[in-house]
C-alpha cells in the first residue's frame, strides 16, 4: 500500500495517523477518510503527518479542504508535521499560513486545553 | 536529446513510476543527494497536472517523460491536452490545488518553463536542475 490510514483517540481528539506516500493516485483516499470521520461527528481532528514521507499539491488541496469542512462542521482541525522537507512545502506555498501546524500530536491536542492537571508526585 | 524516455497511461496511479525513474536517472547523473526531493516533488507535480489535463478530455494518449543527464539535468513532461495551458475551475479548491502546483513547480526546479508542444497538440512542462560537479 502506497497509503497508510490508522485512526486513534488522545484527548477527545481524533487522531488520524497517515503514512507513506500522500499524491495524485492517493489523495482522494485520504479525502474519503477525513470526510468519514467528520461525518461520523468528530469535534476535534488532528491529521498527523509523521510518517508521510511523500505530499505533493493534491495532498494539500485535500488538507485545505479538510480544514474548509471541519470549520463548516464546527470542529477543530489541526495537522502535525515536523519533517522539514514536509514543512519546506508548506512554505512554498504559503498554505503554513492558513494550516494550523504543530510539531507534535501532544502540541497539537494541548493547544486548547490548558494544564490538564498533572497532580504532583510526593 | 533524450537519455531516458517514459511514456505512461494518463493514470495517477503511474506518476509514482515516473517519480522514481527521474530521480533514479538525477541519482545517477550526478545531482546530490538534497536536491533529489525537489526532483521527485517537480516531477510528482508536472506528470500530475498531464494526467489531469489528459483525464478532463478523456484521452487515453499516454503521457511522455523525457529525462536527460547532460548537465543541467533536464525532464520535459508533454501532454496532449487540447484546452489551453490554463484550466478554468469551479471548486475553489482545486484552485488552491493548481496554484500550489505550481508555486511547488517554480520553488524547487532551477529553471521551469510551460509552453505549448511543438506541433500545437497539447503542452509540454520543462524543468532543468543544474549539476555542480565539484571535487572535495
Same mark, same amino acid.
Not at chain 2, 30 to 56: F, N, S, Y
Given at each position: 500500500?502506497?497509503?497508510?490510514?490508522?485512526?486513534?483517540? $488522545?484527548?477527545?481528539?481524533?487522531v488520524?495517523?497517515?503514512?507513506g506516500?500522500?499524491?495524485?493516485?492517493?489523495?482522494?483516499?485520504?479525502?474519503?477518510?477525513?470526510?468519514?470521520?467528520?461525518?461520523?461527528?468528530?469535534?476535534?481532528?488532528?491529521?498527523?503527518?509523521?510518517?508521510?514521507?511523500?505530499?505533493?499539491s493534491?495532498g494539500?488541496?485535500?488538507?485545505?479542504?479538510?480544514?474548509?469542512?471541519?470549520?463548516?462542521?464546527?470542529?477543530?482541525?489541526s495537522l502535525?508535521?515536523?519533517?522539514?522537507?514536509?514543512?519546506? @512545502?508548506?512554505? @512554498?506555498?504559503?498554505?503554513?499560513?492558513?494550516?494550523?501546524?504543530?510539531?507534535?500530536?501532544?502540541?497539537? $491536542?494541548?493547544s486548547?486545553?490548558?494544564g490538564?492537571? $498533572?497532580?504532583?508526585?510526593? | 536529446?533524450?537519455?531516458?524516455?517514459?511514456?505512461?497511461?494518463?493514470?495517477?496511479?503511474?506518476?509514482?513510476?515516473?517519480?522514481?525513474v527521474?530521480v533514479?536517472?538525477?541519482?545517477?547523473a550526478?545531482?546530490?543527494?538534497?536536491?533529489? %526531493?525537489?526532483?521527485?516533488?517537480?516531477?510528482?507535480?508536472?506528470?500530475?497536472?498531464?494526467?489531469?489535463?489528459?483525464?478532463?478530455h478523456?484521452?487515453?494518449?499516454?503521457?511522455?517523460?523525457?529525462?536527460?543527464d %547532460?548537465?543541467?539535468?533536464?525532464?520535459?513532461?508533454? %501532454?496532449?491536452?487540447?484546452?489551453?495551458?490554463?484550466?478554468?475551475?469551479?471548486?475553489?479548491?482545486?484552485?488552491?490545488?493548481?496554484?500550489?502546483s505550481?508555486?511547488?513547480?517554480?520553488?524547487?526546479?532551477?529553471?521551469?518553463?510551460?509552453?505549448p508542444?511543438?506541433d500545437?497538440?497539447?503542452?509540454?512542462?520543462s524543468?532543468?536542475w543544474?549539476?555542480?560537479?565539484?571535487?572535495?
Open positions: 500500500m502506497d497509503l497508510s490510514l490508522a485512526t486513534r483517540v $488522545v484527548a477527545a481528539h481524533t488520524l495517523e497517515v503514512g506516500e500522500v499524491d495524485v493516485y492517493t489523495a482522494p483516499k485520504l479525502r474519503e477518510r477525513l470526510t468519514e470521520l467528520l461525518e461520523a461527528g468528530t469535534r476535534a481532528l488532528v491529521v498527523d503527518l509523521g510518517k508521510v514521507e511523500f505530499l505533493d493534491t494539500l488541496g485535500v488538507l485545505v479542504g479538510g480544514l474548509k469542512r471541519s470549520r463548516a462542521a464546527g470542529a477543530t482541525f502535525v508535521c515536523s519533517r522539514d522537507s514536509l514543512l519546506k @512545502i508548506f512554505r @512554498i506555498t504559503a498554505l503554513d499560513q492558513v494550516l494550523p501546524l504543530y510539531p507534535t500530536v501532544e502540541a497539537a $491536542v494541548g486548547a486545553t490548558e490538564d492537571g $498533572v497532580g504532583d508526585a510526593s | 536529446m533524450a537519455t531516458v524516455r517514459l511514456e505512461f497511461s494518463p493514470e495517477p496511479a503511474h506518476v509514482r513510476t515516473a517519480r522514481l527521474g533514479a536517472v538525477a541519482r545517477k550526478g545531482l546530490p543527494e538534497d536536491r533529489l %526531493d525537489e526532483v521527485r516533488l517537480a516531477i510528482g507535480e508536472a506528470c500530475g497536472r498531464a494526467v489531469t489535463r489528459h483525464q478532463r478523456g484521452l487515453r494518449e499516454p503521457i511522455v517523460v523525457e529525462m536527460s %547532460d548537465n543541467p539535468y533536464t525532464v520535459r513532461v508533454t %501532454d496532449r491536452a487540447p484546452d489551453g495551458i490554463e484550466t478554468r475551475h469551479t471548486d475553489p479548491v482545486d484552485e488552491i490545488t493548481e496554484e500550489a505550481l508555486l511547488l513547480l517554480t520553488g524547487v526546479a532551477d529553471e521551469f518553463a510551460v509552453s508542444a511543438e500545437g497538440n497539447g503542452s509540454v512542462v524543468m532543468t543544474p549539476l555542480k560537479r565539484s571535487r572535495r
